[in-house]
Each structure stands twice: as structure tokens, then as C-alpha cells.
């Protein structure tokens, strides 16, 4: 495909052109820069970028099913981006995120892509970030971003969102307290899943105290049994509350200032790590020696 | 520019009513070993899903697996959706208990390679590598 002709099919919402543009970007390929270029910036500011995570099992993609099924009725568009580690030995991935969503498969209104994490530090941010503003400019007005609650770069990723959901369910290991502090910290909405399950009060009691310790107003938990379509609206509409909230309050601007922020730094460094270790590889720095010394003296002379 | 970083992308997946997915993970599973990325669509899909999966994922290669006999049908079926959608060049790959005498037809219907039971797995990881590097190619 020309860059002309993937241009000119991402105008007109080709799933085709969609699907290569994320591609070219996330190989870091050239024409990135003009891809990137293209995109509608108004669509993007306008598009509301949802986080969903949790541990697995906790029904992350059977809701994400859910909200699009409804999503859908009320006619827009969406774009999914679903997130699953790459294999730090092969560098393989098994991407099966898809699988609960497949009822959409033949929707031209619903974007889904599929992506390894790639071992990235950074540049996972970047790649997802760009991904979302290729489906915001070819008219996805929400996006959901997927991915399981475990790990540096996954957390980093929920930074893109503006409203970012925790996923849990009833009998995965009740022990909220021990659980990873960020993920709560990061959380807007708390999402009791399987909520038809032995335990879910109980769940939902204890994230209730867990949350409401040292805050005026805990946050308040949603159950859903995202399998049968059960908490979806009133979580939908929870969600849109939340987000006129953080718009009348300037919330929402600030996420987005603090995610274009890192965005930026994540692309610097994305540019310069190869460029780097080249230089680095080219002196054949002798060991032994202090890689710190070493890394600030390349910095000094460039 | 940034450091070009082009893994190998598969979509693999079962079209029809056939529920026996084990060669289908177990061909997922070995592809993401030798550093393939996978997308896994699971059992049960129409051509036209498995066609519209690939081409939003941007994918090398479509593999197919089929244990019910009905091969003959589907994958050719797979082949013309994918053109229909507008990507007549990604390839597509299928295994499973297929005659002997089946594999020259379905070659002639555009499947780019046909794995029967025994095959070393070797051999099929080497028939995407081909597949993926000749779609890139292109």
C-alpha cells in the first residue's frame, strides 16, 4: 500500500488502512511522520480514552464485550486496544484478548487491535498512544485501552486514559490489601465482575473500606456480570458522570497534559535508544569501567 | 528514526462448527515460541470474522485449523473472504485430517501450504516464516 493510498483510506475509515497505519507506527517505520501528521486533532481531543485493567480472569474482556454491546446500540463508534505481554524468552505473544469480543468481529464500528507489550519500556506508551489517536481520528469517539494490572509498563499505559476502571471478581485471591497499592491509587472506578458469584458483597465491602480510609468520599464500587450484560448501563452512565465531572473540573485536562507529557518523553527516548547503543557499540568502550562515567562522558560530547 | 522493530504477526484461528482446538493452541503456543505474535481467535468463526480479525490486526498470515472434515469448504471459503474484504495478499495456511487427495485442490484455491497429522512442527513454524517473509516482501 502507497502512503497515499494509506492516507486516503484512513479518511475514509478503511479497517484495512487502519490497521497498517497502527502496524507502520508500531515497527517504527518512516512513514510514521506523516501518518501521525494526518490525524484529525480535534477528533482526538474529543475522544474519551478508557482504562480497563485487573488481574486475569477477572473478566476484562467479557466486559469490555459488555460496554461495546452497549456502546453500540447507542450508535458509536469505538476503538479497542487490547494489551497482552510478549514472551521475554522468544519475544513471542499469544494475543486471545479478541476472543471475548468476536461477536463484533464483522462491525465496521468497532476498531480492535491486538498488542504485545514487546518488552518496551517506554515505547509501549508511545506505540499504544499513537494507536489511540489513528482510531480517535478515524472517528472512534470512545477507546478502550486493555490490559492486565500486573507490571511497570502496563501501569504506565493506564496514564493515556481518561477514566481508568479496576476489574475484579470473587475468588481470585481476596487479599485486596496485599494487593499491588498503584493499582487502587490509579483506579476511578472500582468494578466488582461476577458480581452473581459467592463473595462479591463480600469483595465489595472490603474495597469499599479499603478505599474509604483517609478520603471524604470512598469510591464506590460497581458490580457487573459483564457474561449476561447485568451493571453494564449503570456503569456506562457512571462513567460519563465522572468524565462531565473531570471536564467541568479541569481533571481531565490535566490527565491529558500529564499523558501528552510523557508521550513526548517516551518518543525522545524511543528515538534515541537506537541511536545510542550504535554510538555506544561503535566506541567499543573497554571494560572494565563505570557505565554511569562512561553513559554521562557520551552524553557531554554529543 | 526509531529502531525498526517488524515482528512476525499470525492470526490463528478455527472456522465452522469443529470445537477441537488443541492442534490449534498447540500450533499458537509453538508459533509464539519461535517469536511469533499471535492473535488467537479461537473456535467457532464464520470466514468473513476470521477475514475482518486479519485485516484490523494487520496480520502476516491466517492459520486454519480443521479436525470435522469440512476443510474443503472453509478454507477456500476463508480465501475468498479475505479477498472480498480487500486483502487478497495475506496468506493463508491450514492443517488438520486432510486427505492426501484433498491438498492439490486446496492449493489451487490459494492456501499457500497444508499441514496433514505427523507433520514436524519445525516445518510448519518455516511455512509462516516463509509466508510472513514473502507478504512483507510484497
Same mark, same amino acid.
Given at each position: 500500500m502507497s502512503i497515499d493510498s494509506l492516507l486516503e483510506g484512513l479518511k475514509a475509515r478503511d479497517p484495512r488502512a487502519i490497521g497498517r497505519a497502527i502496524s507502520l507506527v508500531e515497527n517504527g517505520d518512516e512513514s510514521a511522520d506523516v501518518i501521525l501528521s494526518s490525524l484529525d486533532e480535534n477528533l482526538v481531543a474529543g475522544a474519551i480514552i478508557l482504562g480497563i485493567t485487573?488481574?486475569?480472569?477477572?473478566?476484562?474482556?467479557?466486559?469490555?464485550?459488555?460496554?461495546?454491546?452497549?456502546?453500540?446500540?447507542d450508535g458509536k463508534r469505538i476503538g479497542i486496544i487490547a494489551i497482552d505481554p510478549s514472551s521475554p524468552i522468544s519475544g513471542g505473544a499469544i494475543l486471545g484478548d479478541r476472543i471475548r469480543m468476536m461477536q463484533h468481529a464483522t462491525d465496521r464500528d468497532v476498531v480492535v487491535r491486538s498488542m504485545a507489550t514487546r518488552g518496551?519500556?517506554?515505547?509501549?506508551?508511545? @506505540?499504544?498512544?499513537?494507536?489511540?489517536?489513528?482510531?480517535?481520528s478515524c472517528g472512534c469517539s470512545t477507546i478502550i485501552i486493555e490490559t492486565v494490572g500486573v507490571g511497570q509498563s502496563e501501569m504506565d499505559i493506564i496514564r493515556l486514559a #481518561?477514566? @481508568?476502571?479496576?476489574?475484579?471478581?470473587?475468588?481470585?485471591?481476596? #487479599?485486596?490489601?496485599?494487593?499491588?497499592?498503584?493499582?487502587?491509587?490509579?483506579? #476511578?472506578?472500582?468494578?466488582?465482575?461476577?458480581? #452473581?458469584?459467592?463473595?462479591?458483597?463480600i469483595l465489595a465491602m472490603d474495597l469499599e473500606?479499603?478505599?474509604?480510609?483517609?478520603?471524604?468520599?470512598? @469510591?464506590?464500587?460497581?458490580m457487573t456480570v459483564a457474561t449476561e450484560g447485568k451493571g453494564i448501563t449503570e456503569l456506562l452512565d457512571r462513567i460519563s458522570s465522572l468524565d462531565s465531572e473531570h471536564r467541568d473540573s479541569g481533571e481531565r485536562h490535566?490527565?491529558?497534559?500529564?499523558?501528552?507529557?510523557?508521550e513526548v518523553l517516551d518518543w525522545c527516548l524511543e528515538i534515541l535508544r537506537p541511536k545510542l547503543l550504535a554510538e555506544i557499540r561503535r566506541r567499543e568502550l573497554p571494560l572494565p569501567g563505570d557505565p554511569r562515567l562512561k553513559a554521562k562522558k557520551i552524553l557531554d560530547e554529543h | 528514526m526509531t529502531e525498526k522493530t517488524k515482528k512476525n504477526r499470525v492470526l490463528v484461528g478455527k472456522p465452522g462448527l469443529d470445537g477441537h482446538d488443541r492442534g490449534a493452541k498447540f500450533i499458537a503456543h509453538a508459533l509464539r515460541d519461535a517469536g511469533f505474535e499471535v492473535v488467537y481467535t479461537g473456535i467457532r468463526r464464520s470466514p468473513e470474522e476470521i477475514a475482518a480479525a486479519a485485516i484490523q490486526e494487520d496480520v502476516d498470515a491466517v492459520g486454519l485449523s480443521s479436525l470435522s472434515g469440512a476443510h474443503m469448504r472453509l478454507f477456500p471459503a476463508v480465501v475468498e473472504a479475505l479477498s472480498k474484504a480487500g486483502a487478497p495478499d495475506i496468506p493463508v495456511l491450514g492443517g488438520g485430517v486432510i486427505p492426501d487427495e484433498?491438498?492439490?485442490?486446496?492449493?489451487?484455491?490459494?492456501?499457500?501450504?497444508?499441514? @496433514?497429522?505427523?507433520?514436524?512442527?519445525?516445518?510448519?513454524?518455516?511455512?509462516?516464516?516463509?509466508?510472513?517473509?514473502?507478504?512483507?516482501?510484497?
Open positions: 485487573g488481574p486475569p480472569g477477572a473478566g476484562k474482556s467479557t466486559l469490555t464485550n459488555g460496554i461495546i454491546s452497549q456502546l453500540r446500540q518496551r519500556l517506554g515505547g509501549l506508551c508511545a @506505540t499504544a498512544g499513537a494507536a489511540v489517536r489513528i482510531m480517535a #481518561d477514566i @481508568t476502571l479496576l476489574v475484579l471478581a470473587p475468588g481470585l485471591g481476596d #487479599d485486596i490489601q496485599a494487593m499491588k497499592a498503584g493499582l487502587l491509587e490509579v483506579a #476511578d472506578i472500582l468494578v466488582v465482575n461476577k458480581a #452473581d458469584c459467592k463473595g462479591a458483597d473500606a479499603v478505599t474509604r480510609r483517609g478520603s471524604a468520599n470512598p @469510591t464506590q464500587v460497581s490535566k490527565r491529558r497534559r500529564g499523558a501528552h507529557d510523557q | 484433498d491438498i492439490a485442490a486446496l492449493k489451487k484455491a490459494g492456501i499457500v501450504a497444508i499441514f @496433514t497429522p505427523g507433520t514436524p512442527v519445525d516445518k510448519i513454524i518455516g511455512a509462516f516464516q516463509d509466508a510472513c517473509a514473502k507478504k512483507s516482501a510484497a
